[in-house]
């Protein structure tokens, strides 16, 4: 392996500041009680901001802000919508090198990632909804499209710029207003979006940013008068804000969970193949709800598929996130660490064989060596849970239907991965796969056109593309 | 620093304004006419195109599609965005050449509209049919190529008859009506990231170029929206019959450019490409 000097990126890019209020009808103002949790930098522990813990009454004001914005919001004729989404697209472009070091520095991600997937994915998301606001008549959903009212959004931690656009474009393209709670390890790329609404002279009070842990986002999603809740998380949660909405007539999208099968045949390009599984688990730290993290190789070829994946595995540098050269960075926080850590050890308890490269990890923060459990059997729990880490599950078929029934052996039914130069077998697996986003000869590839969610028990609704407009129109 | 109003007077009476000269926009480039002819608009010399002026275009439209057509919807969205904010940063540009306070927000308004379709024509105006077989089938559609254009007088006009064409990846060579209006666009349009040859645009009369460009064989789309008499452009249409292309016929009583354009002014100018593939193990 070469060895490669230091390429970090500056962090100079980025001013914090050492403390942030919510963002609640165009101001940054404190918590009613002046709560504040911190956020840290997972690849070193260093504090990095407080942040305020948005209470009960926090939360009443973002959702009457929300409530008065809408009116003059939902009325405004959608090209002059479209025109502050387009500026809102601008800005990101424009700050884009910030943010995404900013990204890096409060979730873990590699530079590489936030730079070149997170930002590019972020603006373009922006651009392309912005586009929707003066069209929706020709969206395929009826002749006069009406916005439903006060969006509560609930975001992870693990895109967490990128799923904040994936709620707010279409939700304002279409003339909702929103309370958008981000995830409580990184809020802070969520704060700064809400000085580009600043920039951008949004109206106030049509997004409105209040940072908090699950406490916040129960009573948001709980809200009398939010009109509809998107959330993207775990399926637990899900189910537990499906219960809360259960009754109240307000409308639900959930994004959640995934298990996929990343399916590998014995006339797959294995160089190709090996590119797509790596991407497809270790991109994010695999942290990643549509992650490959089960992989289905073909009997006959898996010595020979393993052995190159192990060959490709032993060039990934794991360390400081900033790095250009860095291929994983850092477990975005402790507890998630240790919940890898877990079922990692149940892995090889239940009997699967564990293998990693070999690899120093930084000695302060939270790191996790990319590994691979060979021997899995669908009874093992790496093959039924979710890891949300980057640890990959290997287990062998040897026709293509036993190929989709190991697939589809699993509650979620996010995405899959089809490997194979037969393009009728990569149409008949995907026609029989029971997940949202099928991806043939590639994996992880997302586009703001392009519809994006789950099957099963990785949700309902449907974000990006044409699709997307749904769930925001009543 | 500030001036008083005497030293601004003397100023501008010792100082000789510098003018603009108008030619045609070809390639990416400003020639003036082959002809070396040129007419009087409102004190100004301007190009006059001729039949090789126009072939010219052709060419350089043509040298162009591939590459405009294969760039990705967003990119060409970006592209035509980049020509709204262009737009707006040459008000004053415009509205010395006349054009109404109202019709330049609506001309960038128009060019913003059009952008937000780069990326959405396709999942309006295409989509998975359902074939009664073991069959994936997709259409989705494609830019007819190069298409030639009267465009309507004004900025809007113009306007409207370029961005529709281009935004899917058309190129054109437009013959325009208001030759300083339109030449000010081309500026806008050389300075915005579009490829050269994208839009060609002709000042002169299209009574004169227009037929050569409705019977040229490398012309795939004729639109005579600006086409006044109906007798020309049933002309026009027969000479474009020889080749088969689409024609957009001068909508009855003129174009109304205060409508929403619908998809038409688009879909007139899209081919749609349907593939098909087997399905099984």
């Given at each position: 392996?070469?060895?490669?000097?230091?390429?970090?990126?500056?962090?100079?890019?980025?001013?914090?500041?050492?403390?942030?209020?919510?963002?609640?009808?165009?101001?940054?103002?404190?918590?009613?009680?002046?709560?504040?949790?911190?956020?840290?930098?997972?690849?070193?522990?260093?504090?990095?901001?407080?942040?305020?813990?948005?209470?009960?009454?926090?939360?009443?004001?973002?959702?009457?802000?929300?409530?008065?914005?809408?009116?003059?919001?939902?009325?405004?004729?959608?090209?002059?919508?479209?025109?502050?989404?387009?500026?809102?697209?601008?800005?990101?472009?424009?700050?884009?090198?910030?943010?995404?070091?900013?990204?890096?520095?409060?979730?873990?991600?590699?530079?590489?990632?936030?730079?070149?997937?997170?930002?590019?994915?972020?603006?373009?998301?922006?651009?392309?909804?912005?586009?929707?606001?003066?069209?929706?008549?020709?969206?395929?959903?009826?002749?006069?499209?009406?916005?439903?009212?006060?969006?509560?959004?609930?975001?992870?931690?693990?895109?967490?710029?990128?799923?904040?656009?994936?709620?707010?474009?279409?939700?304002?393209?279409?003339?909702?207003?929103?309370?958008?709670?981000?995830?409580?390890?990184?809020?802070?790329?969520?704060?700064?979006?809400?000085?580009?609404?600043?920039?951008?002279?949004?109206?106030?009070?049509?997004?409105?940013?209040?940072?908090?842990?699950?406490d916040t986002g129960a009573y948001l999603v709980a809200h009398p008068d939010v009109d509809k809740v998107a959330f993207t998380g775990s399926t637990e949660v899900g189910r537990e804000i499906a219960r809360t909405v259960a009754g109240t007539g307000k409308r639900l999208t959930l994004e959640l969970g995934g298990k996929a099968a990343n399916i590998v045949f014995d006339d797959a390009p294995l160089d190709q193949a090996v590119e797509g599984i790596v991407n497809g688990i270790f991109f994010n730290q695999g942290h990643v709800c549509c992650a490959g993290s089960r992989l289905l190789v073909q009997e006959n070829i898996a010595e020979e598929?393993?052995?190159?994946?192990?060959?490709?595995?032993?060039?990934?540098?794991?360390?400081?996130?900033?790095?250009?050269?860095?291929?994983?960075?850092?477990?975005?926080?402790?507890?998630?660490?240790?919940?890898?850590?877990?079922?990692?050890?149940?892995?090889?308890?239940?009997?699967?064989?564990?293998?990693?490269?070999?690899?120093?990890?930084?000695?302060?923060?939270?790191?996790?060596?990319?590994?691979?459990?060979?021997?899995?059997?669908?009874?093992?729990?790496?093959?039924?849970?979710?890891?949300?880490?980057?640890?990959?599950?290997?287990?062998?078929?040897?026709?293509?239907?036993?190929?989709?029934?190991?697939?589809?052996?699993?509650?979620?039914?996010?995405?899959?991965?089809?490997?194979?130069?037969?393009?009728?077998?990569?149409?008949?697996?995907?026609?029989?796969?029971?997940?949202?986003?099928?991806?043939?000869?590639?994996?992880?590839?997302?586009?703001?056109?392009?519809?994006?969610?789950?099957?099963?028990?990785?949700?309902?609704?449907?974000?990006?593309?044409?699709?997307?407009?749904?769930?925001?129109?009543? | 620093?500030?001036?008083?109003?005497?030293?601004?007077?003397?100023?501008?009476?010792?100082?000789?304004?510098?003018?603009?000269?108008?030619?045609?926009?070809?390639?990416?480039?400003?020639?003036?006419?082959?002809?070396?002819?040129?007419?009087?608009?409102?004190?100004?010399?301007?190009?006059?195109?001729?039949?090789?002026?126009?072939?010219?275009?052709?060419?350089?439209?043509?040298?162009?599609?591939?590459?405009?057509?294969?760039?990705?919807?967003?990119?060409?969205?970006?592209?035509?965005?980049?020509?709204?904010?262009?737009?707006?940063?040459?008000?004053?540009?415009?509205?010395?050449?006349?054009?109404?306070?109202?019709?330049?927000?609506?001309?960038?308004?128009?060019?913003?509209?059009?952008?937000?379709?780069?990326?959405?024509?396709?999942?309006?105006?295409?989509?998975?049919?359902?074939?009664?077989?073991?069959?994936?089938?997709?259409?989705?559609?494609?830019?007819?190529?190069?298409?030639?254009?009267?465009?309507?007088?004004?900025?809007?006009?113009?306007?409207?008859?370029?961005?529709?064409?281009?935004?899917?990846?058309?190129?054109?060579?437009?013959?325009?009506?208001?030759?300083?209006?339109?030449?000010?666009?081309?500026?806008?349009?050389?300075?915005?990231?579009?490829?050269?040859?994208?839009?060609?645009?002709?000042?002169?009369?299209?009574?004169?170029?227009?037929?050569?460009?409705?019977?040229?064989?490398?012309?795939?789309?004729?639109?005579?929206?600006?086409?006044?008499?109906?007798?020309?452009?049933?002309?026009?249409?027969?000479?474009?019959?020889?080749?088969?292309?689409?024609?957009?016929?001068?909508?009855?009583?003129?174009?109304?450019?205060?409508?929403?354009?619908?998809?038409?002014?688009?879909?007139?100018?899209?081919?749609?490409?349907?593939?098909?593939?087997?399905?099984?193990?």
């Amino acid at each position: 392996m070469f060895e490669y000097a230091p390429a970090p990126e500056s962090r100079s890019v980025v001013e914090l500041d050492s403390s942030y209020g919510l963002f609640i009808d165009g101001a940054f103002e404190a918590a009613k009680d002046g709560a504040t949790f911190k956020t840290v930098n997972p690849a070193t522990e260093e504090v990095l901001a407080e942040v305020a813990t948005a209470g009960p009454e926090d939360v009443d004001r973002a959702v009457a802000a929300a409530r008065h914005a809408y009116g003059a919001w939902s009325a405004l004729p959608g090209a002059e919508r479209a025109k502050y989404l387009f500026r809102i697209a601008r800005i990101i472009q424009e700050r884009s090198r910030e943010l995404a070091v900013l990204e890096s520095l409060d979730n873990g991600k590699p530079i590489k990632e936030s730079r070149d997937v997170d930002l590019p994915l972020v603006a373009a998301h922006f651009f392309y909804y912005a586009g929707w606001a003066d069209k929706l008549p020709y969206a395929g959903f009826g002749p006069d499209p009406k916005p439903i009212g006060v969006a509560a959004q609930v975001i992870p931690w693990n895109f967490p710029l990128l799923m904040l656009a994936w709620k707010v474009a279409p939700a304002l393209a279409t003339g909702n207003t929103v309370v958008l709670k981000p995830a409580e390890t990184t809020p802070l790329s969520a704060l700064f979006f809400a000085d580009v609404c600043r920039q951008a002279e949004l109206p106030p009070g049509v997004v409105n940013i209040v940072t908090g842990a699950g406490d916040t986002g129960a009573y948001l999603v709980a809200h009398p008068d939010v009109d509809k809740v998107a959330f993207t998380g775990s399926t637990e949660v899900g189910r537990e804000i499906a219960r809360t909405v259960a009754g109240t007539g307000k409308r639900l999208t959930l994004e959640l969970g995934g298990k996929a099968a990343n399916i590998v045949f014995d006339d797959a390009p294995l160089d190709q193949a090996v590119e797509g599984i790596v991407n497809g688990i270790f991109f994010n730290q695999g942290h990643v709800c549509c992650a490959g993290s089960r992989l289905l190789v073909q009997e006959n070829i898996a010595e020979e598929l393993l052995a190159s994946l192990k060959r490709r595995m032993d060039t990934l540098r794991v360390g400081d996130p900033l790095d250009k050269n860095t291929d994983i960075g850092a477990i975005n926080s402790a507890a998630q660490l240790a919940r890898i850590t877990e079922l990692s050890e149940i892995g090889a308890a239940e009997g699967a064989e564990r293998w990693s490269p070999a690899c120093q990890l930084p000695e302060r923060g939270f790191w996790f060596a990319p590994t691979i459990f060979t021997g899995v059997t669908q009874a093992h729990r790496i093959a039924r849970e979710e890891i949300f880490g980057p640890v990959l599950s290997v287990l062998t078929f040897r026709t293509p239907a036993e190929a989709v029934e190991k697939a589809n052996n699993t509650p979620y039914g996010l995405s899959a991965g089809i490997w194979s130069e037969k393009g009728s077998r990569i149409l008949a697996v995907a026609d029989k796969l029971r997940a949202g986003v099928v991806w043939a000869n590639t994996f992880n590839k997302f586009d703001p056109a392009s519809p994006f969610g789950g099957y099963k028990e990785s949700g309902y609704g449907r974000e990006g593309g044409r699709h997307g407009l749904e769930a925001y129109l009543a | 620093m500030p001036k008083s109003s005497k030293a601004v007077a003397v100023a501008e009476n010792a100082r000789l304004t510098v003018r603009k000269t108008y030619k045609l926009y070809i390639g990416g480039k400003f020639p003036r006419s082959e002809s070396g002819r040129t007419y009087l608009v409102d004190g100004d010399n301007v190009a006059l195109a001729s039949r090789k002026d126009a072939r010219d275009a052709v060419v350089a439209a043509r040298a162009a599609q591939s590459g405009w057509a294969g760039a990705t919807a967003y990119n060409r969205g970006q592209v035509l965005y980049r020509v709204a904010e262009m737009v707006e940063a040459r008000r004053a540009e415009f509205t010395a050449l006349g054009v109404p306070a109202g019709e330049l927000d609506a001309a960038v308004d128009r060019w913003v509209w059009y952008a937000g379709w780069s990326d959405k024509i396709a999942q309006v105006a295409g989509g998975a049919n359902p074939v009664a077989g073991p069959f994936f089938n997709i259409s989705a559609p494609e830019p007819t190529g190069v298409v030639a254009v009267v465009a309507p007088a004004g900025l809007l006009g113009l306007v409207s008859v370029i961005a529709p064409a281009v935004v899917t990846g058309n190129t054109t060579v437009v013959l325009a009506a208001d030759p300083q209006i339109a030449i000010t666009l081309a500026e806008v349009l050389a300075t915005s990231d579009v490829p050269g040859g994208v839009v060609n645009i002709l000042t002169g009369r299209y009574a004169e170029t227009a037929p050569w460009l409705a019977a040229h064989a490398d012309v795939n789309a004729l639109d005579l929206t600006g086409v006044e008499h109906a007798e020309l452009a049933a002309e026009l249409e027969r000479a474009a019959a020889g080749t088969l292309k689409r024609v957009i016929r001068p909508p009855d009583g003129g174009i109304d450019l205060s409508a929403d354009p619908g998809l038409k002014p688009m879909t007139a100018l899209l081919e749609t490409k349907t593939v098909w593939h087997p399905k099984g193990y």
